[in-house]
């Protein structure tokens, strides 16, 4: 039997964090509601729970954040059936979903919905513009999740959102067999491309990063560089015979790191970026990126790439229940909180179990 209330984390300023008591939504057309049974924390959350983003990530207060989660439907209805979504299935959600009308929905891209923040005309970004994962009941549209297999963990499945992201960023890469790539930044996302480089047939896989996460990195079969102590330009094109690496991924998102990655990148090479710099834009050496033919785009969420991660994790048995290195119940969401956000006790991922 469904509650009439649920346990949630709700954000009533910048880091103003309280277990609240509030109604359990009821689906409407083209939607379920799932018993969350995972929210891992996202390197974006801490910046939402700071205020990074005011009036934006989130547009409003009280706001209940989280969208990397995974959980079973325990209610659906008739339209939502029809799309094979009933209650029992268990499911993995992605934090977009687009008008579905728009220019950019209808080719495909609804990552760049031109509705965006339009929740009156069907433009969903959980966790970050409507009501997130960070609780134990989950209002979804069907747009926004995918079935995961009866064996796969609900931590992994949590992961499948950060795994989907840093997929379309090693397909925006355009990373073809044999060929170099260096990965800025051993962050989660870092850490993903380097599992899905590994599997997608690159030729080096370089890393950039520092401590423990470093270590991780070149355990997954990574050629580990210390930016600390290294120069991370100079040692790639070492290692890439003066070239540098073909493809490069940004997912440090720091001036410095930017800077690197575009060094860093063999002509005619491209670097594809997801780090969003927190304070403000970065200088970029426009010279060489004309001179050198240097593509560089940019790599938002996970259009169209959910299920492709379910089935990569499936079949090549990625093991990703490693990176999961902290679970804490919602009650003690503060203390899984900061031990993401400073790296405390050699964390990766932490998961939040709204339900046990």
């Not at 795994?163 to 850490?191: C, F, W, Y």
């Not at 930017?258 to 090479?269: F, L, P, Q, S, W």
């Amino acid at each position: 039997m469904i509650p009439a209330t649920m346990q949630a984390i709700q954000l009533d300023g910048p880091r103003k964090i309280r277990l609240v008591e509030v109604p359990v939504p009821k689906p409407g057309p083209f939607e379920v509601l799932c018993r969350v049974e995972t929210t891992t924390i996202c390197g974006t959350d801490p910046h939402i729970i700071n205020g990074d983003f005011p009036g934006f990530w989130p547009p409003a207060f009280p706001f209940i954040p989280g969208h990397e989660w995974a959980g079973v439907v325990v209610e659906s209805n008739e339209i939502s059936e029809g799309f094979g979504y009933s209650v029992g299935d268990r499911v993995c959600g992605i934090s977009h979903s687009g008008c579905g009308y728009c220019e950019m929905c209808l080719s495909g891209r609804y990552n760049l919905c031109l509705n965006y923040g339009r929740e009156d005309l069907g433009h969903h970004q959980y966790g970050h513009t409507t009501q997130g994962a960070y609780a134990q009941y989950m209002l979804t549209t069907i747009k926004a999740i995918d079935h995961i297999p009866d064996e796969m963990d609900f931590n992994v499945a949590a992961m499948m959102d950060p795994l989907s992201i840093a997929l379309h960023m090693v397909q925006r890469s355009g990373l073809k067999a044999g060929e170099d790539i260096l990965i800025n930044g051993t962050g989660p996302q870092g850490l993903f491309s380097i599992v899905l480089a590994r599997h997608m047939g690159a030729g080096k896989v370089i890393a950039s990063g520092s401590g423990f996460r470093l270590k991780v990195a070149e355990r997954l079969g990574a050629i580990p560089i210390d930016y600390r102590t290294e120069d991370v330009v100079e040692r790639t094109r070492e290692l890439t015979g003066g070239r540098g690496a073909k493809r490069v991924l940004e997912c440090a998102g720091t001036p410095a790191g930017i800077r690197n990655a575009i060094d860093a990148v063999a002509k005619g090479g491209r670097v594809s970026m997801v780090g969003i710099p927190p304070e403000g834009d970065v200088v970029l050496p426009v010279k060489r990126i004309v001179l050198e033919e240097i593509d560089v785009v940019g790599d938002r969420a996970n259009p169209n790439t959910l299920r492709q991660a379910i089935s990569l994790t499936q079949e090549n048995d990625l093991d990703l229940a490693r990176f999961v290195t902290h679970e804490f119940p919602l009650r003690e969401f503060e203390k899984g909180l900061d031990i993401f956000e400073n790296r405390r006790e050699n964390s990766l991922k932490v998961a939040i179990k709204p339900n046990l």
